[in-house]
């Protein structure tokens, strides 16, 4: 009887027959990808870079769920946090539909960030929120964190802030796909001009650079005579977790004085390079009033 071979053993094999690459290079195709929707992401080792088309072929040949082969050229850096994603094989047109938590979303997997290390993130988002909240997402995107949400408790209502179009174009696309309409609000601009006041009681903060504007925004959209939750994501080295406990402590004595930091916990997500790992700081803002 013969064993099942994987996927990947069947795409090594193959590139080992056919003599694609050098044979001392076989070990450094990668055993795994990120997957959104059926496009298929590579990193690949620089030293595969002269045979990335002949390499993105045999991934597709063997990963019949896919329809493209793409592979990650660069870091993600600009504000609207674009990745540097090339096609290497398969549809050049990589909008697809990812499914995950009973969510639909349709992305650009080539140009829009959507990462399967915040699963978890999302999943603890879902059980988080079970109660008829009020809750901002100000770094929206797609809809990747807060979309969930909405979905799985239909008495919670969301404003989704997105600064980049295209990713505004398919958040506002899964509300719609999602049948969520009613719950959500997708607001297109600048989360420093279009935040509202006075009207949340959680504030999703899933961006890395964030900064003490935006920190003034976040605490003057909770509801002022109640506050309540700021999930502040970062990056940050192992040694040092995220702590943005000093900061929105700065804002407050500066802006908010009938507010304190009741709690800060921080909690890895994932890492996302050797020694970086990225962090989500939960802090329970109160009023000093509050007896809570
Ligand atoms: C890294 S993505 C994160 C998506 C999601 N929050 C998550 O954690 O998975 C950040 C998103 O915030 C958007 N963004 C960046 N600066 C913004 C701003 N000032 N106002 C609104 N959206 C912004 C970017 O365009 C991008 O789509």
Not at 7 to 24: G, N, V
Request: net charge positive; with cysteine.
């Amino acid at each position: 009887m013969t064993s099942k071979r994987t996927p990947f053993q069947q795409i090594k094999q193959t590139i080992q027959d056919q003599k694609i690459l050098p044979a001392h290079l076989i070990s450094l195709l990668p055993k795994r990808w990120k997957r959104v929707g059926k496009v298929g992401i590579l990193n690949l080792n620089p030293e595969l870079l002269p045979w990335k088309r002949e390499i993105g072929e045999k991934y597709l040949e063997f990963l019949p769920e896919l329809k493209t082969v793409a592979h990650k050229v660069g870091i993600t850096t600009t504000t609207t946090r674009q990745p540097d994603n090339e096609v290497l094989a398969g549809e050049p047109n990589t909008v697809t539909l990812h499914k995950e938590l009973g969510c639909k979303f349709w992305i650009d997997a080539l140009n829009l960030t959507f990462s399967n290390g915040n699963h978890a993130e999302r999943q603890r988002m879902i059980k988080n929120c079970q109660e008829p909240e009020q809750i901002i997402d100000m770094f929206a995107c797609v809809g990747n964190l807060s979309l969930p949400i909405a979905v799985h408790n239909p008495t919670v209502k969301i404003i989704g802030i997105e600064i980049n179009p295209d990713a505004f174009m398919f958040l506002e696309k899964n509300i719609q796909e999602n049948q969520v309409k009613e719950q959500y609000q997708a607001v297109l601009g600048d989360n420093r001009k279009l935040t509202p006041k006075d009207w949340a009681n959680r504030v999703l903060m899933g961006y890395f650079t964030i900064d003490n504007v935006q920190f003034k925004i976040a605490l003057a959209s909770l509801r002022q005579e109640r506050g309540g939750i700021i999930h502040a994501h970062g990056l940050s080295s192992s040694r040092k977790p995220t702590d943005w406990r000093p900061q929105i402590q700065t804002v407050i004595e500066e802006s908010f004085p009938h507010l304190t930091i009741k709690t800060s916990n921080t909690r890895t997500i994932k890492t996302v390079a050797p020694g970086i790992n990225h962090y989500v700081n939960d802090l329970e803002i109160q009023t000093t009033t509050s007896n809570n």
